[in-house]
């Protein structure tokens, strides 16, 4: 009953393609500080304060009437007056952070003082506003300090704390159903010892739903679906609440793969056999405006097509602006072999300055992505790579 590869689409049209039916969601929610890091603000912000609201001393130190240090050197020190108020030949000690005293208009920086009793030896000259922190220095009242569309960093939540927000307006994380799917698929909430052989446990949803999470997403993970088109078709039918549904496994062309012929009656197949290896038999569709994405039941396979297209899939609805991928650039210590017509991902392991892609690594084991720091897209349209040759690295979160 499988369906046969009529033709193979390309990883980039493929992406294209599926990311060309995803709008963002823009459904929006106000939450606190202390949980907005790793979300996507939904509107402007305008500082409605300075930062800082007052002038304030940079440094430790003196402050002092700049005046009162012409000429002041190493040298020729100027003798002030140790006080708590200021006047002409005196000087208060502050600290950094601290209220400029009334009257001063610099701070000299400790090392180039010393003191005996209440009299301190100033060592160097200032000029005005030397070592103080302006009004508004770091933000002044009325600007726009982030835009729409702008993904917060702990940084940006400090900022935020600082301009005495508490709450922000963010877009809400997309809902993404994650249903394994496969007869041969034990739950390891139910497993009692090593499956029988034949029987594996379930294992593809649960790195689905772990990335589901770290990219920004809510995960909703239902229990295993036997490889029955009803079975699928109902389990689709009652998540199209989610903003996203991933089916794993049954992607193929065998008797028991039923997912994308399911994903065709329910909506729109757009694609089924895709040029990149492993992930061939990934496919991609959408039913009632919700995308869509069936997972092959190799595990590196499903890895890969998480990468390719949930990845950017989720990034789209989620509203997270692109951001540009870490890339390293090594040498590679072996040749790496691939397959023309198809982007190959090629798992590798670190040494010295060096990679080397790992020996064995097929898409059905696991492990070799665990053992592996990253990993190199060989093009479809080279050969492999030879030894000493530079590439892209990627590393595998």
């Known amino acids: 009953m499988g369906r046969i590869f009529k033709e ?3 990883v980039d049209q493929a992406l294209k393609l599926f990311l060309e039916h995803i709008s963002a969601l823009k459904k929006t929610e106000e939450i606190s500080l202390e949980t907005c890091a790793g979300r996507v603000l939904a509107e402007a912000v305008i500082s409605e304060r300075n930062v800082p609201h007052y ?10 009437r700049a005046s009162d240090t ?12 140790l006080s708590d108020r200021i006047e002409e030949g005196s000087t208060i000690w502050v600290h950094t952070g601290a209220a400029m005293p009334e009257g001063t208009d610099a701070v000299v920086v400790v090392e180039d003082t010393s003191t005996t009793g209440n009299l301190v030896e100033i060592r160097a000259q200032v000029y005005p506003n030397r070592n103080v922190g302006q009004i508004g220095e770091d933000i002044k009242k009325e600007d726009r300090v982030f835009e729409e569309g702008h ?7 400090a900022v935020l704390a600082s301009l005495g927000f508490d709450r922000v307006k963010v877009f809400e994380k997309p809902v993404i159903a994650v249903i394994p799917t496969g007869d041969e698929l ?13 029987m594996v446990l379930e294992t593809n949803g649960l790195m689905s739903v772990l990335y589901v999470k770290k990219w920004g ?10 490889d029955n088109p009803d079975s699928i078709k109902k389990a689709i039918e009652s998540n199209l609440d989610a903003d996203m549904i991933i089916l794993s496994g049954g992607t193929s062309v065998g008797k028991r793969d039923h997912a994308p012929e399911v994903v065709a009656s329910l909506g729109e197949l757009l694609v089924h056999g895709i040029g990149v290896s492993p992930g061939k038999p990934a496919a991609l569709g959408i039913i009632h405006n919700i995308p869509v994405v069936c997972l092959p039941g ?14 950017p899939g989720l990034r789209k609805l989620a509203a997270i602006p692109e951001a540009p991928e870490l890339i390293l650039k090594r040498r590679l210590a072996a040749k790496i072999s691939s397959k023309i017509g198809y982007v190959n991902f090629i798992r590798v392991v670190f040494e010295g300055d060096r990679v080397r892609p790992l020996t064995g690594a097929k898409s059905g084991v696991l492990s070799s992505v665990a053992k592996a720091d990253g990993y190199v897209l060989v093009p479809e349209n080279i050969e492999g790579y030879e030894e000493g040759e530079e590439v892209d690295v990627f590393l595998i979160e």
């Open 217 to 226: 997403g809510i995960p909703r993970y239902l229990d295993i679906v036997p």
């Open 151 to 157: 993904f917060l960093r702990p940084c940006d939540v």
């Open 8 to 10: 193979r689409t390309s």
């Open 55 to 64: 002038r304030r001393a940079a440094m430790d130190g003196y402050a002092v």
């Open 70 to 81: 012409m000429g002041a050197s190493p040298t020729n020190p100027v003798m002030l007056q």
């Open 298 to 311: 190799y595990p590196v396979a499903s890895l890969v097509a998480l990468y390719f297209f949930v990845r």
């Open 186 to 198: 034990v739950s390891r909430k139910k497993s009692v010892g090593v499956p029988p052989p034949g």
